[in-house]
């Protein structure tokens, strides 16, 4: 994932190259406020492609016109699904996601953090997400024990006790020793899709460092595991 910060506007890329030669093209671009405060989003996009070049889905949001769109074209026909949304302040899509979690967990807030993220499933659709940090975590393969786990799923109310086990669900982790760097996670490609596990290049064994509160905005990009991630 690679970050330009260009007149007040991030602009964070990611290219995703999976084993299969399957890959993902993602972009978003975020305001920088004040000193201190979290980017938001502007706009996002996720193109995902199949080992051949062929666009698979497409995911797009303008939360300034409030227009969004998803396209599906796994059948082989067209499937569009259109609306305007009133996007909900501080709306994350795609890996920007990752921005607040390391926030929530620098500050070690407690209980949960409560966020909103914009998806499709299939049409498009802001999604309320609870994130907190996993009571039961599992080392992440190939890294330290000391890697923090956190567990994100749509929070839907009283409804939850029913619905939980059916709702897909987001496995992340994190190095508390340098500064909350994404490390790896387990997740859904895309609505209804296969289950990934991703592990970056740099998720080994290496010396630990203190921890320490990172720079707003920081975000580190991906290595490889089961799906190559670059």
């Known amino acids: 994932m690679s970050i330009i910060r260009r007149s007040g ?3 964070l890329r990611g290219e995703n190259r999976f084993d299969d030669g399957q890959y993902d093209i993602e972009t978003s671009r975020l305001t920088v406020s004040d000193a201190g405060a979290l980017p938001a989003l502007i706009e996002f996009n996720h193109m995902f492609y199949t ?4 666009v698979l889905l497409e995911a797009h949001a303008d ?3 409030g227009l969004a769109s998803c396209i599906d074209r796994r059948s082989g026909d067209q499937k569009l699904y259109a609306t305007k949304i009133e996007f909900p302040a501080q709306t994350w899509a795609g890996a920007s996601v990752i921005l607040p979690i390391q926030r929530f967990l620098r500050e070690s807030s407690p209980g949960t953090l409560s966020l909103n993220v ?3 499933a299939p049409s498009p659709k802001v999604l309320a997400v ?3 940090a996993s009571p039961k975590p599992r080392r992440l393969t190939g890294y330290l024990p ?4 956190i567990d994100a799923k749509p929070d839907f109310g009283w409804l939850n006790f029913f619905v939980d086990p059916f709702v897909p669900k987001l496995h992340a982790w994190f190095d508390p020793g340098h500064e909350w760097e994404f490390v790896g996670a387990m997740l859904s490609r895309y609505y209804s899709g ?3 596990l991703m592990v970056t290049a740099r998720a080994r064994p290496r010396p630990r460092l203190p921890a320490r509160a990172s720079r707003a905005g920081t975000f ?6 089961i799906f190559r991630i670059h």
Not at 51 to 54: N, R, T
């Open 220 to 225: 580190r990009g991906c290595g490889h595991a």
């Open 146 to 149: 000391g890697a923090v786990e």
């Open 130 to 132: 609870a994130v907190e």
């Open 194 to 196: 296969p289950e990934i």
């Open 118 to 120: 914009f998806n499709c």
């Open 9 to 11: 506007v991030l602009i």
């Open 51 to 54: 080992a051949e070049g062929s």
């Open 63 to 65: 939360v300034r016109t």
